[in-house]
């Protein structure tokens, strides 16, 4: 497999820095708002934000541990 010009260690950086940023925005807002409740309907867009930084930033982990498997 071609070799990527951006290197792996900047790959695992800003996916690690996605899930950090992910759940800091998770504790954050339950401290300030008092709200836990991921089911709750008026906090669902916060809520979407931190799934969506933690996916992207766990699914990035996975797929550069998949990248040196050797099939």
Known sequence: M???AFPSSWKRAICTLMIIAGLAIYIYWGITYG??????PE???IYGLVLALTGIGAAGLLL????????
């Open 64 to 71: 550069m541990r998949w990248e040196k498997v050797d099939f």
């Open 43 to 45: 906090y669902v867009g």
């Open 35 to 40: 709200a836990w409740n991921i089911l709750a």
């Open 2 to 4: 071609e070799e990527s």
